[in-house]
């Protein structure tokens, strides 16, 4: 095992790998920290089921059914 090299001061002398090696675990962390999706628990909104027409015609102007036909618009 090696020991760090020392400085006449006393400290150690940071080499540079060290410092590579531990700006790369940095930023590894930090891409997987930005990259793992975020879980949110959202309750779904309870819709009652509508009831449907006694002379057919099921056909209703839904926000889904509004939202495509501003699609289509030229």
């Known amino acids: ?3 760090p090299h020392s400085e006449p001061d006393g400290g150690t002398r940071l080499n540079r ?9 940095v ?3 930090a ?3 930005v990259l793992i999706p ?3 628990t959202e309750e779904p909104a309870a819709t009652a ?8 015609g099921g056909y209703t102007l839904s926000d ?4 495509y036909y501003k699609t289509t618009l030229i």
């Open 49 to 56: 089921p509508r009831k449907m027409p006694e002379k057919g």
């Open 64 to 67: 889904h059914v509004k939202q």
């Open 27 to 29: 930023g590894a962390l």
């Open 17 to 25: 790998r060290t410092l590579f090696a531990g700006a790369s675990t």
């Open 31 to 33: 891409a997987a920290a």
């Open 1 to 3: 095992m090696r020991k």
């Open 38 to 40: 975020r879980v949110t």
